[in-house]
């Protein structure tokens, strides 16, 4: 608008006349009258530059040396908040600060993500070799080494599970008498579960008595049911010969010469892996 106001100027035009056409331009954005006849003045007397003129202020705080600042303080304390880390800039307000962290460092206070187990490298080595062992017989024997593969897994179950209020609802009038039910606490009689399945559906599932944990021998008589399932549930998968994969815990790992009287094949089940039985 200054530069019109300086063309039009030099057309000898009146300061009304130039007011009138940037309000039927810029409309209710257009300069006040007063603005105008102070620019024409400022044409007239052969001032050449539209821009207005540098007016002095307070000078900013903030430059490379403070923002490298703040961002190395913010490194030695991850955890910070905004007001004790104002503690150390007393010469920057909280909104300026705050600007820094937010837009010229980009920080953004995020939670820490949960992870199932915390893996060593040693973990991290027996998971690569055990993954690796496994595509290696998939690519040599292909469909048929998943067709031999069973695993299983124990859990812990409730023995009754208590419904929850959406499985009470019935239909009623709004004069019908409120239905009372009793809080059940879902830590009450937990009873230990055994699954085993393969790629075609469940084969055993098995129960212990109240109180019972897995033990060795338990463990033992478990596999002979399962034995028997496979026999039952899958024709000829015995004599083919059955890859058994579970968890390496000290009773898994007591009926290995089990394993090998029946003729099976364990698969080696690296500590803390995500095994298929978990999936």
């Given at each position: 608008?200054?530069?019109?106001?300086r063309?039009?100027?030099?057309?000898n035009?009146?300061?009304a006349?130039?007011?009138?056409?940037?309000?039927d331009?810029?409309?209710?954005?257009?300069?006040?009258?007063?603005i105008?006849?102070?620019?024409?003045r400022?044409?007239n007397?052969?001032?050449?530059?539209?821009q207005?003129?540098?007016r002095?202020?307070r000078?900013?705080?903030?430059?490379e040396?403070?923002?490298?600042?703040?961002q190395?303080?913010?490194?030695?304390?991850?955890?910070f908040?905004?007001?004790?880390?104002?503690l150390?800039?007393p010469?920057?307000s909280?909104s300026l600060?705050?600007?820094?962290v937010?837009?010229?460092?980009?920080?953004?206070?995020?939670?820490?993500?949960?992870?199932?187990?915390?893996?060593?490298?040693?973990?991290?080595?027996?998971?690569?070799?055990?993954?690796?062992d496994?595509?290696t017989?998939?690519?040599?024997?292909?469909?048929?080494?998943?067709?031999?593969v069973?695993?299983?897994?124990?859990?812990?179950v409730?023995?009754?599970?208590?419904?929850?209020?959406?499985?009470?609802m019935?239909?009623?009038?709004?004069?019908s008498p409120?239905?009372?039910?009793?809080?059940?606490?879902?830590?009450?009689?937990?009873?230990?579960?055994?699954?085993?399945?393969?790629?075609?559906?469940?084969?055993l599932v098995?129960?212990?008595?109240?109180?019972?944990?897995?033990?060795?021998g338990?463990?033992?008589d478990?596999?002979?049911?399962?034995?028997?399932?496979?026999?039952n549930?899958?024709?000829?998968?015995l004599?083919?010969g059955?890859?058994?994969?579970?968890?390496?815990?000290?009773?898994?790992?007591?009926?290995?010469?089990l394993i090998?009287?029946?003729?099976?094949?364990?698969f080696?089940?690296?500590p803390?892996?995500?095994?298929?039985?978990?999936?």
């Amino acid at each position: 608008m200054r530069s019109v106001i300086r063309f039009l100027n030099a057309k000898n035009k009146k300061p009304a006349e130039i007011h009138r056409q940037l309000c039927d331009v810029y409309g209710e954005h257009a300069m006040s009258t007063s603005i105008v006849r102070r620019w024409v003045r400022l044409f007239n007397e052969r001032h050449e530059n539209v821009q207005g003129d540098l007016r002095s202020g307070r000078p900013s705080v903030v430059n490379e040396d403070v923002v490298r600042t703040v961002q190395e303080k913010i490194r030695e304390n991850r955890r910070f908040t905004i007001t004790p880390l104002s503690l150390h800039f007393p010469q920057i307000s909280l909104s300026l600060l705050h600007e820094i962290v937010s837009d010229k460092l980009k920080f953004r206070k995020l939670c820490a993500r949960w992870v199932p187990k915390m893996l060593t490298e040693e973990h991290k080595l027996k998971r690569q070799v055990s993954m690796l062992d496994f595509l290696t017989r998939y690519s040599e024997e292909g469909e048929n080494f998943l067709s031999r593969v069973v695993t299983g897994n124990e859990t812990c179950v409730l023995h009754e599970a208590p419904k929850s209020k959406q499985q009470s609802m019935e239909c009623r009038h709004t004069s019908s008498p409120t239905k009372t039910k009793f809080k059940q606490t879902t830590l009450a009689r937990k009873i230990m579960c055994t699954m085993f399945w393969d790629r075609k559906g469940v084969l055993l599932v098995g129960f212990l008595p109240e109180g019972f944990t897995i033990s060795a021998g338990i463990y033992c008589d478990t596999l002979q049911k399962l034995r028997r399932a496979i026999q039952n549930k899958r024709r000829g998968m015995l004599s083919q010969g059955v890859v058994i994969i579970h968890a390496n815990t000290r009773p898994h790992t007591a009926t290995q010469n089990l394993i090998t009287t029946v003729g099976w094949e364990q698969f080696d089940d690296p500590p803390r892996q995500p095994r298929l039985s978990a999936n």
